[in-house]
């Protein structure tokens, strides 16, 4: 697949702070991305630097082969809405679609007034009278109706309920099959976008602990439950994201797939076996980077060395 958006060493700080830690990463066409992680994580910062709205401390970013900075045929061909979005107090969300056809060329006015009609956006009341629902309604009604080759979504279908999230995830996967483009999530809301995102970025920190695609990444974390010891034999030299135990039975979240052997036996000494939820999954990866007792590398690549106790 061809890279849209390549990035090398990205780093960002802020006097003392290190917002953006050493990132490297590519963004494949036509793929749809989950970027993860907690508040303060890095996203936003990361995505204002790949959209040219912030400049890196260093290391390169490149989009479409270009540097974006004050770069109009690269700014042009990407779309970054957030939660906080901004508009001048004096307009209506008539206005804001008018100046979004102006800039986005692969603007589609039909589908954008046919998202005004699902979300019953007040086209001609000002913006600053708009409800928080009908604020990020505007947003995301932009994102998806610009059709921007690259497009950022971070996190402004927060504001809406959940009716209109899932009317929002509805919309987006229907265009993006019928225009499909590279489209950027991010969102704390990480089992109402797992069935659609692709490819997960994982950020702690403002470092990147994972960059894999979502089905991969579900296949490597298995939970085990069943008699203690046998949960603990599985369990030993692998990374141990999570263990709770009652009596005799104990369930432990292990990351790092079975080998058909291994599952074999799980079973024959009377383990189950139990997928673990995307949203799971990050909250344990996160957890275990933040106690200091395990690193990107180990989680990217599990290994026996990798074990951790907890």
Known sequence: MTAVIEVENLTKRYRSTTAVDDVSFRLEENTIYGFLGGNGAGKTTTMSLLTAQNAPTSGSIRVFGERPYENHRVLSRMCFVRESQRYPEDFTPRHSFDAARMFFPRWDEDFAQRLIDDFHVPVHTAIKKLSRGQLSAVGVIIGLAARAEITFFD?????????????????????????????????????????????????????????????????????????????????????????????????????????????AEATAVGLERSSVPLQQLVVHLTKKTRSGHSHSHALAHPTPSSEVHS
């Open 155 to 263: 996190e402004p279908y927060l504001g809406l309920d959940a009716v209109a999230r899932s009317l929002f995830y509805e919309r987006l996967l229907e265009d993006y099959t019928h225009s499909p483009r590279t489209i950027v999530l991010s969102s704390h809301l990480i089992d109402e976008i797992s069935d659609l995102v692709e490819r997960v970025l994982l950020i702690d920190d403002g470092r990147l602990l994972i960059d894999e695609s979502t089905d991969d990444l579900r296949g490597r974390a298995v939970t085990l439950t069943g008699n203690a010891d046998q949960v603990d034999r599985f369990a030993e030299g692998r990374t141990l994201l999570h263990r709770q135990a009652m009596g005799s039975v104990a369930s432990a979240t292990v990351y790092g797939a079975l080998t058909d052997a291994e599952q």
